[in-house]
């Protein structure tokens, strides 16, 4: 793009419409990632394996070669378009070349080494998880410039992008295409592979038009950050979000090198019940970080800490009673994805510890983030991904999957824990407010009696979402000052 002109700058979304815009993508997000762990599940624990397998390498090496530009972007880019002369052309072309340069290189070796990695992660299936690699290489780079490119419209002033291309449009298409192959009777590996990767590949078309559209590739002359400044705050986030993302699928990977991809099959199903509230809390913070980040930038410190809190009692309100289901009705929900699963399914109970914690903490690591110290969270995040590894190791070959549960419970406890305490000792930020307190105790009055009162079956099942929703639904509308949602 050679024009010189620049749109005017996106006027920043209510930190309220940007929430309920985040919520909806997340709960498509987290109906169509059910849909598709039940749909390639129910063949047996070897398909289910060799998806999971693949698919977190591929998610791992796709966020890892993002290097950490989908905040950089957003923290950089109101300094680059609230200047007399905006240039967010220059900003993009600083953080999108290293980007395109290491996700090809990734996306090769994975090509051209899929069938010693198949060998290294899997047991018999090891063929067929090389195939499934080569086919899902492409998606490396596009996963990575899809992540670059959103985080790049957020830093533009609008969650929409996001929404729409990340959590609404690739699921949606993962799903059709695999229910569709599913009435078809073509479920094989090969097939689940193209149904899954090609959206990847559709939706960083759709982040490019995006950033396109708001005029990002706009602007000319000298930029308003230099690239020694961007990288410095980048890279210690590039490598903390590999860390995170690492930390979020590697057990997936360990325990089919340990036990075998029948067993990675069961275990990432199963947890992905568990690890769901993870697309409530990172649309969340997609939703509030342009506007904490312009709060802390003009040095707004109230505004900022107000922002957080809220953020925090909505964390809360949306994620704990939707974990407490999972805790307590295990056996249903892992009946869901096949019969098979449902002797280990009281591993989800373990996990949900984790997630529990998570929660209760609140975005505190964006906090720190926007905050400018990502050398901080890098640390917290590689000693949680090495706590988690080193416990796998030891706990899955005494307690099998259930030891990995417990190890990635106690890994996230600690990084969400230390995080809070950096985030309170050198900014007085914390997410224990009122906005979180009303919510943990809405969520737990609302969810907790009925879980207990009702068997762990369908039944229950039923009856637990049912009246636990409609409790809380009406706790938010009723305590909705006391939530703080209009922040």
Known sequence: MTATAVRPPVKNQSSIFASGLAMLGAAVTLIATF????????????????????????????????????????????????????NPRNLLYVALRPVVLVSVVLAILTFTFAYPIGDLISDGRARDVGDVLRILAPAIPAWALSNALLGATRGLGTVTPTVVVQQVGRPLLQILGLVGLAIAGELTPIAIAIAWGAPVIIAALGALGA??????????????VSSGEFWRYARPNALSTSLQIAHERI?????????????????????????????????????????????????????????????????????????????TKFEPLARLFNAEFVAESDLLT???????????????????????????????????????VALVFILADWLGIKGAAIAWAISLSAKNLI????????????????????????AVLAVLPIALLTPNDFTGLVITTIVGGAFTLGFIWLNRGRLDLAA
Not at 55 to 82: C, D, H
Not at 273 to 283: K, L, Q, V
Not at 297 to 322: C, Q
């Open 35 to 86: 849909g598709i762990a039940r749909l390639v599940s129910q063949d047996g624990q070897e398909i289910a394996g060799i998806f999971f397998l693949t698919t977190a390498i591929v998610s791992v090496a796709g966020t890892g070669s993002s290097l950490g530009t989908q905040l950089a972007l957003v923290y950089f880019m109101p300094r680059a378009m609230e200047q007399e002369q905006p």
């Open 211 to 224: 950033v396109v559209y708001l005029g990002g590739f706009a602007g000319n002359g000298p930029g308003h």
């Open 251 to 327: 057990d997936v990977v360990i325990i089919g090198a340990l036990l075998g991809s029948g067993p990675a099959g069961i275990y990432g199903a199963l947890t992905r019940y568990a690890t769901a509230g993870n697309f409530i809390a990172y649309a969340l913070t997609q939703a509030i970080s342009p506007n904490l980040r312009r709060a802390i930038n003009a040095g707004r410190d109230v505004e900022a800490k107000r922002l957080f809190h809220a953020a925090s009692g909505w964390m809360v309100i949306t994620n704990l009673p939707y974990l407490l289901i999972v805790a």
């Open 350 to 388: 373990l996990v949900v510890v984790g997630m529990i914690v998570s929660a209760l903490c609140g975005p505190v690591e964006l906090h720190l983030l926007m905050r400018g110290h990502s050398t901080t969270t890098l640390l917290t995040t590689a000693f949680s991904l090495f706590v988690d």
């Open 419 to 442: 995080n809070t305490y950096f985030s309170h000792r050198r900014h007085g930020v914390s997410s224990y407010s009122r906005p979180a307190t009303v919510a943990t105790a809405g």
